[in-house]
């Protein structure tokens, strides 16, 4: 059986049945990205699938192989991170570059902002974030920092939830994982969050 076909089986199992996207033109053998991030990979908020297009090479192989190296989606309560690791499991270092350079290669717009809060004390609390991530929060490679303006706001507040609650980055063998851990301890509340991303959304 091809790497398409244990994809498209393990996918199904995995999620049931889902109304295909609009056709996209895809390489050959790539479809089932689209089946959950949609077409342009601009993200499926109704499956929590995020926006992939507008990230950096290193970071989306990175994270493919921390799914696939059970770095993430490990975690019990962890139920959409779970669905990639069979998903990526399947993916020889070939085959990530491939999928990498198809993702890199693909534009969709900027998600619109979903998450309202107090941008002004957000505004604070994301000065320790811009470290990292850059006062702009557009990334920066060297540091293995992703843009946070390319992702879903919606995803950027699941993921700090997740590293903030245990979910995500608590291995010892995910280094980028446990500085987010620690970065996150700044973000108290759910509101904490909430604003931290309301502020990430003036920088679009």
């Not at 993921?159 to 500085?179: I, N, P």
């Amino acid at each position: 059986m091809s790497v398409k076909a244990l994809l498209c089986a393990v996918l199904f199992s995995l999620c049931g049945t889902f109304v295909q996207a609009e056709p996209a033109p895809t390489p050959e053998g790539l479809e089932f990205c689209t089946v959950c991030h949609g077409n342009q990979l601009k993200g499926n908020s109704n499956i929590a699938a995020p926006r992939l297009s507008g990230l950096d090479a290193d970071y989306l192989a990175r994270q493919l192989k921390a799914f696939r190296q059970g770095m993430r989606g490990a975690h019990p309560d962890d139920e959409n991170g779970s669905l990639m690791r069979p998903m990526s499991s399947l993916l020889s270092e070939a085959d990530i570059a491939q999928v990498v350079k198809w993702i890199t290669a693909t534009e969709s717009p900027v998600p619109a902002p979903s998450i309202t809060g107090d941008s002004e004390h957000g505004r604070q609390l994301f000065q320790s974030c811009a470290a990292c991530h850059g006062a702009n929060a557009m990334g920066n490679v060297q540091l293995g920092a992703p843009s946070l303006v390319a992702l879903n706001d919606w995803y950027v507040v699941n993921q700090l939830q997740h590293f903030r609650d245990g979910l995500r980055g608590e291995q010892a063998s995910d280094t980028y994982g446990q500085m987010m851990v620690a970065a996150s301890k700044v973000l108290s509340s759910n509101q904490d969050i909430n604003d931290v991303v309301a502020y990430i959304n003036t920088l679009k």
